[in-house]
Structure formats: C-alpha cells, structure tokens
C-alpha cells in the first residue's frame, strides 16, 4: 500500500498509542499537521515550542508515558532546545519532531533552515533524519524504544518535506526493536547485589540515597520496602520527591544545597551510603574531595556512565532499579539482625541534628507573607487530593521541596539539572492534558512565570485547569540570595518590582486571577482558587527578601553548611566530624 | 574521594565497531569535544560487513578519564562495540607519505634512510622525493627525525590504526569490562579468554 510519509507518520504514532501531542506548525510541516485531521490524535497548540516541549516533559513525568512534541523546521525547531537540554538532564522521556527543508535543498539556507540534527546531537539521547519514507515506522518505533528505555531521554525526529510529502510503501508498523549498540542492562549483576547485602547488613550507621531513578523505574513500592526492611534513615534528592510518603518516620527531608541539615549530616556521617538511582549530583555532593570520605558507597543505576563519574563507588549495581531493589530486598530480608536496636546510636545523633535545626522560618501574623508559609498552607489544604506539583526554578522551587512535603511519586515535576526558569508552569499543562480530572498545582515564582505565562491561554482553550500559585517577591530570588551572601549586597539586575498586573494578565487570557498580601487570606484564597474551574493564577505577594536556608554555598563541604544564616555548631559534628 | 584523583595522563587506542550511518562520527567527534579533549588521532573506514565502519581513535586522558569516556561512548546507540586497546596485546599502525628534498648532495642519504626504514619511494623529481612509510608511532617518529635534516617539504599522517592480537577481538573487551566494571558474567569470559589462542608474533 502506497502512502504519503505523512500518512505514515500518523499511522506510527497512532501505532505507537500516541494519544497526545504538543505543538506549533509552520511551513514544511504543514502537510503532516494536514494529514493529522484525520486522525484521532488531540494535538495541543502551544503558544511557544519551548513550552510544547516543557509539556511533553511533564506530560511523561505524571503519567510515565513519553510525551510528544511536533514542531516546524527552523525557529520552531530551535526553540525545542531548552526543552530537550531539559530533557536530557533529568531523564525525561520526550520525542521531538522537527519538521526540516526539502532534501534537495539542505545545507542551502534555505527559508526556515536549521540544521537540528546537529543543533540537538548534544543535548538528545539519539537523533535522526529520516531520509527515506519506508524506513519511517522503524524510525518512529526506535525513536519511542530508546526515548523510554534504559535512562530515559529525549529522540528527536527531523522530517524533511519531501519525505512527508513523497509517497511509499508502508508495510505496517514494527511490532520490535532491533538495535545492536542499544542494549541497556536492567538485571544487576547477582554477585553484586550479594556484595551490597553484607555490606548493608554489616552496617552500623546506614543512610539511603534516593534519586530520579527510582521514580523512572517505578520502584517506589521496592524502595519503600528496603527503608522498611532495614529501617535505616532516608533522604530523597529533588528528582525523586514523592518516592517515599513523606509521614514515614525514616525520612529526614532533601539532601543538598538547600536540603534538611539533617539529611546533608547524615550523607557524612553514615558508614554505608546506599544510594539508589540518584547520579551525585554537584548540588548533593558539594566539594567532591570531601565527599564520602568516611563511608562505603553502594550505587544502583542503570547508566553505568553515572556510576564512579564523580565519586568513588565501592559496590556499582547496574540495572534498573525497580528489578535491583527486588533482588537485593530478597537477599536482605534473609539477614537475621535487630535493625533498629543496631542503629539505636545512629538514631539518637539524627534526632539530634533534627532537633537542633529542623526547617523554620517567622511568620508574623500581621507581616508580609512568608512563601515558605504560603506553601505549607497549600500543602495543608491540598495534601488529601493528591495533586500534581510543579515548579519552577529558583527559592520557590526549593521552599516546595521543603515544604510541600510530596506523598507519591510522579507527583512532584521539577527542573533539576538544567534548572529552567519558566519550566513548571508548562510542564504542569503537559501534566494536565495526561489527567485532565487531577488537581495540577504550579507552584513559580514571579520571575520565572512571566517565561512562559502566554501559555494561559493554551490552558483556556483546552481546558486544562492549572492552578498557578505565583511567590511574588518582585525579585529574581535566588540570584537576590547570592548577591547578598556573596557579592556584598549588590543587587545586580535582579529587581522585578516592574511587573504586570498578575491578576490583570490572567483576566485577560480568560482565565482567573486572585491576589494575596496578608497571612490570614491565605487559606480563602487557596480554597477559592481550587474550587474555581479553569486555569487561576494567584498572586501571593510575599516577604521581598526571605532567604532560603539551610544552604551549602556552592563549592563549598556539605560541613560548611549554613542554617538560618548561621554556620552549623561545631559540636553537633563532636565525634563525627 | 574523587574519582578524578590525580592519575597520568596518556594515550590511549581506542577502537569503535559503529553504524555506518550518517552523524555517528559527528556524535563521537561531540562526545569528546564535549568534555574538553582533543582527539589526536582519527582513522575511519568500512568493515567486511558495508553497515559497519571501524574506527580508530587515540585520546589523551586520565584512566578514570577514559573509563568514563568508553562508558559513555558505549552509552551512544549507534555505537555498536568500544575497546580501548592500550593495555591490551594490539598491533598499531600508521602510514605516513613524506615529501623530502632530494638535491644531488642528499639523495643517496635519503635513499639509504628510507631503505633502513623499509619505505618506499611513490613519487619522484629533479628535486624530491616522496616517501610512504608504515609503522607504529615510534618508527615514524624516528623516520621522520632522521631525515630532517634534509629538509622535509611536507607530511601527511592517516592517524593510528590498531587491531588485537590473537584469533578474536570481542573477548578481549569483555573480560577488561570484567576486570574493571566487575559487572560482565566473569566466569563465563574467564572459559573464553582460556580459548583465545596467545598470539607469538613479535610486533
């Protein structure tokens, strides 16, 4: 059967199950968006094809599914890039089609000529350009194999305009995937996993690191089947909020730059750090040399380059960490040992360090809002709904790891790695069209949101009720911070007090806006704005110059870390440090 | 501790088996640039099967630097197979065609240097000579010092190209994945490495 390749495209993806796209047409993609009206698929005009992308992101976080993206050649395709470098960095499993030039006139500069094949080859797991229409349905069903499999990542598909235009034989859609270089190991090695079991049940002072990896595996009943099993500590890293309830006693909050002082102790303190699916990230580790100095590392995770990249690991696991974690909770359940009466020593210093600097902030009842404040609150009155979190990049971003205190995983959408302003508002739209009836909350800030707020009106025309709770401090936040701490005071470019009327703005996209300055409207506001249908914005106007702590200056030792202002006592390190 | 402790850096040889494809060398020629090394040397070609092209590469770098940079060559999904042959039994060789003076004094000179070298002339005037010398680097390092002197016009190098010892080259990778990564079914490659026949040939 003979069939133009945009006929085959949409057969792909229909093949594929691919239900939802986000994107933006243009010229020579124009005859796939053609061809798409007879298809069933629901394609999501973004207003911007970062954003497209940004909510395929999301779209893949919430639901495991992959999201897909369609954009033109050119700008469209170049305005992909943050998307996919977002992508890329937190394993977000993402297909991008770019349309591209007739291949006659390629490498011509051509009207709308990127070359996006070479543009993206650095910040995309694979890439590839169709060059013949037959070989598009392998193409496509490579493309959502790879995209998925192993550590997730972002494929991008370039589709010339002669090739979607050109007529070919379609033979069906593959119903498997053969590539000889793409083999990812998911069983980790039983010699191994034995390894790591007489490590931990030899412990006296185990701490569990739990990263991105667990949430892309799935594995949050395993992972919470090993705290339960060994009962030791537990920290989750910004990826993989959400894995463990965070009511469970064993947990102790985030690690890193701005984590809990507890869970940054407990990384130096323990004698076995078993860290599962995380990929030591700088923003955990601080000063690499002075990092796991005093401790055995286990590390299990599916990208063997991941492992040993930046610290040295004594037992590397390679797999896929819900299968691992099968195997090593086997193996260790058949350990006879008290755990908890084992680590009685252990879990006296953690309360320790939990009483001394739990996470605080003043809240005046008649001074500006704290965001900290206004964030527990929409934890408080939204935690039984089991809402989808998104965030974007900055103080705010840190305040909800710290205090909207995630119960389930793929329920918390951030930008880790990349750390791109202008990510959570999207991204909770992707979210959005993947559960249509779930309670979405973007939790941004002022600086970020207006990135991508002309996504508004996307979120009006198709209905996605996003609920955008805006940290308005007028400031870029998290720069203000380190202007203050480590350049003197010197506010350099950071001053927002320039801004739109946010509630204004979102009446006039047709969606609700609702505005918050004292303490005591919080909790009307944020009932008004999830009992309200359709898109809201609420501008919390907040303290101008709360800063976010504990923090561990960049560069600097997890031991440097400052609580409040203040640098960690000396004595809370007393035969540990 | 640091995985990137302070450690030689050297050479090393590494061999790819990737796709032939359009852009795979792009992405490995990427990878490497993206971590802020030079490629020293690059040799590609065709195999007996035409999907597959060979490609040789010498890379400078710290061990944990070229672990690290195998793991994530292995990573591409073009790339179909990595060894690096640095401590490996390997053959290493590179063809050099060398365009040397040859006025009446030196002639004879250069001739007896290109025969002690087993080099051979390709081209000849009133006024040149040009050689084509195979070796591994320290031969043509040496070829090219001695006849300096006589006023080398021009050198054109093909880069390194190496191959393993011995009757098979897959095991090789895999027993060092073994030894290094303790991942690979160890025992399996332990049987494997006994049946690879030891290779006798002086290099």
Known sequence: MKLTGSEIFMKSLQAEGVTTAFGHPGGVILHAYDVMLDYPMQHILCRHEQAAAHAAEGYYKASGRTGTCIVTSGPGATNTVTGLTDAFMDSMSVVCFTGQVPTAVMGCDAFQEADMVGTVR???????????????????KEAYYVSRSGRPGPVQVDLPKDIMMGRAEFTGYPESVRLRGYNPSIHGHPGQIRKAAELIANARRPFIYGGGGIVHSDGSAEFTELVNLIKAPTTLTLMALGSLDTSHPLWVGMPGMHGTVTANMGMIHC????????RFDDRVTGKLSEFGKNCKIIHIDIDPTSIRKNVHVDVPI???????????NKELRKIKRDWAQDQAEWYGQIADWQAAHPLRYDQRPDGAIKPQHAIEHIYRITQEMDPIIATGVGQHQMWAGQYYRGRHPRRWITSGGLGTMGFGFPAAMGAQAAFPDKLVINIDGDGCFQMTCQELVTCVQYNLPVKTFLMNNRYLGMVRQWQE??????????????????VKLADAYGAAGLRVERPAELPAAIEKAIATPGPVVVDIVTEREENCFPMIPAGAAIKDIIDAGQPVSDALFQGWR | MSANGSQSNRAHTLTLQVENRLGVLARIAGLISAKGYNIDSLSVAETLDPTV????????????AIEQTVKQLNRLVDVIKVIDLTDEDHVEREMVLIRVNAEPANRAEALRIADIFRAKVVDVTPRAYVFEVTGDQGKIE???ELLRPLGIQEVVRTGTVAIARGSKAVTRREARAARRGGEAKAAAERDERAADEVSVLPS
């Open chain 2, 53 to 64: 092209s060979q490609i040789t590469m010498v890379v400078h770098g710290t061990e944990s």
């Open chain 1, 271 to 278: 004698d076995v750090l078993i860290a599962v699916g995380p």
């Open chain 1, 318 to 328: 390679v797999g896929d960490v819900r299968l691992v974690l099968r195997e090593l």
């Open chain 1, 122 to 140: 650095s910040c995309t797991k694979h890439n590839v350009l169709v060059q013949k229409a037959e070989e598009m349905p392998r193409i496509i």
């Open chain 1, 485 to 502: 701490l480590f350049y003197k005071g010197r506010y350099s470019a950071v001053d927002l007090s320039v801004q739109p009327d946010f």
């Open chain 2, 142 to 144: 040496a070829f090219i």
